[in-house]
């Protein structure tokens, strides 16, 4: 199982080097942590943020619009094994003030994950979606992200570290960097507070000066009882290329599992 796993994240990395970036808004604010679905269960998460102070300009003409606006996502997943997770993120919505209510198309996950990651000191794994955009969401029909996941759990504090790049399949130069970072501290078993970093470094081969990057600060909570999961937070910009406030809100929930 091990020597599966690592020939699979061998086989993500090689496949991250041949394609390359693309910046899009975010329908998700979320630092993977290597959980996944237990072998046979369905799980949906629904992802919602909104920013009241954002960036006012599109970043290309005819694009959803970051200040004002709603993005959010349905997050389908289903445990495949102990280390692979299979997900379909449909449908990704938003609502600006220009362009009201749209679809953006929709995405396909691979998750792989060391087993039992909640378990161990050290986890590792790797995320790869694959997404159809529609033309206000992203200037590129095709994009994809690799989402690398290294963590540690030190009793009740988690350092987890996702180095992030987009690709438009364009070239190895043109990846684009946007890693997000997560210190956690578990207040009780159902109960932890965070803080969470989402950067944007531009592409690997320029990459944007201090002033030009993107760097949001979020103050998170997250609670595992009741019969959702709940992740709440609040984020700040850091730099004139941040979204200045943006809220997040995940709610999550196992829905069944197959008796074998």
């Known amino acids: 199982m091990r020597t599966a796993l690592l020939r699979t994240l061998l086989l993500i990395a090689a496949v991250v ?5 693309a910046a899009a808004q975010a329908d998700e604010i979320q630092v993977y ?39 959010g996502v349905s ?7 102990r280390w692979f997770e299979a997900g379909l993120y449909l449908p990704l919505y938003s609502h600006d003030e220009s362009l009201g209510w ?37 200037d590129k029909r095709f994009t994809s992200e690799v989402r690398p996941i290294v963590g540690w759990h030190f009793g009740t504090i988690d350092v987890i570290f996702n180095p992030i790049v987009d690709t438009r399949y364009d070239g190895l130069k043109n990846l684009e960097f946007v890693p997000a970072e997560r210190v956690a501290f578990r207040v009780s078993p159902l109960w932890q507070i965070a ?22 600060l979020f103050g998170v909570f997250d609670f595992s009882g009741g019969p959702f999961d709940v992740e709440g937070g609040v984020g700040v910009g850091l730099t004139d290329a941040s979204d200045r406030l943006t809220f997040k809100v995940i709610l999550s929930r196992d829905f069944n599992q197959s008796r074998r």
């Open 17 to 21: 080097l041949l394609p390359d970036p």
């Open 33 to 71: 942590d290597g959980g996944l679905a237990a072998p046979g269960v369905f799980n949906l998460t629904v992802h919602n943020n909104f920013t009241p102070h954002g960036i006012e300009e599109p970043a290309f003409p005819g694009a959803v619009v970051s200040d004002q606006s709603l993005n």
């Open 75 to 81: 997050e389908w997943a289903y445990g495949v094994t």
């Open 102 to 138: 749209t679809i953006n198309g929709f995405k396909l996950r691979t998750l792989f994950a060391v087993p039992g990651a909640d378990d161990r000191r050290f986890f590792f794994g790797a995320n790869m979606e694959f997404s159809y955009n529609s033309d206000h969401w992203d």
């Open 195 to 216: 803080i969470e970093e989402y950067a944007d470094y531009g592409i690997v081969s320029d990459l944007e000066s201090a002033a030009h990057q993107a760097h949001q």
